[in-house]
């Protein structure tokens, strides 16, 4: 039996034109159908042992089911809940053998493309690193920020403008290192040969609206490398106030 056509993507990691350290890590596992953004919390202790740790466990965990994982297809929500949860017991384990770190924590989205039987996305998620559909020039987001603007948001107490320039905007709700048991937010979605996804650190998401990440997509016509180097330098042209990653993931054609 012939296996599907992999669907394919393209990262990349910049520190910004006022951050000292890139305290982002990313990971592409194209052979697997697995991919990675963390931000370590800035202002945090080690936010960047936090970020490079949480990818480093949650790649070894994906690398060692990925044939597991083709075969069991269904457990793909489960699977890239593992790789979050994981990823959070390391950081407090190395938290309790090194307590200069304490207080250290990153953000993660992971996402994995099972093609069979048909292809679907399914996302793990802490914190405000972002996942988004971009589709027939349409750009939708699929993760929600855990962020405490957001849950003022959710709540009526302000509006989604407001929220751009809050001064709490970055404060998280939600994110590695704060608290053992903390849960990923799980989201599955059907995606189509011609749909591009977007991961990305809130470097991103600070410097570019929506508006004109789809912009920058639209232009690259379905072309991961363009959209990624091309949002990535967007960003750094804006101002690049924080580490900005970015990882477009398409369907070879």
Not at 112 to 132: E, K, V
Request: hydrophobic content about 40%; proline content about 4%.
């Amino acid at each position: 039996m012939t296996q599907p056509q992999q669907w394919i993507g393209v990262g990349r990691t910049e520190t910004g034109h006022v951050r000292t350290s890139n305290q982002d890590a990313l990971a592409l596992l194209n052979d697997c159908g697995v991919w990675i953004v963390a931000d370590g919390m800035g202002g945090h202790p080690a936010g960047d042992i936090a970020a490079q740790t949480a990818v480093a466990v949650a790649t070894q965990l994906a690398r060692e089911r990925a044939a597991w994982l083709r075969e069991h297809p269904s457990a793909a929500s489960e699977f890239v809940a593992d790789l979050v949860t994981s990823a959070n017991q390391r950081i407090h384990d190395v938290m309790l053998a090194k307590p200069s770190l304490k207080g250290m924590g990153t953000t993660l989205v992971a996402l994995a493309i099972m093609s069979a039987p048909r292809p679907i996305a399914h996302i793990a998620h802490l914190g405000d690193s972002r996942a988004y559909l971009y589709r027939t020039g349409q750009l939708k987001q699929l993760t929600r920020d855990h962020t405490l603007v957001e849950k003022f948001v959710q709540r009526g107490l302000i509006d989604a403008a407001t929220a751009l320039t809050h001064p709490e905007r970055h404060i998280l709700t939600k994110g590695l290192g704060m608290g053992v048991d903390m849960k990923p937010e799980l989201t599955s979605t059907s995606v189509t040969p011609d749909d591009l996804i977007l991961l990305c650190s809130d470097g991103l998401t600070k410097m570019l609206e929506d508006a004109a990440i789809a912009s920058v997509l639209s232009r690259a016509n379905g072309d991961p490398h363009r959209g990624c180097h091309d949002l990535i330098e967007q960003a750094l042209n804006r101002g690049g106030e924080d580490n900005v990653t970015v990882i477009v993931v398409a369907y070879p054609h």
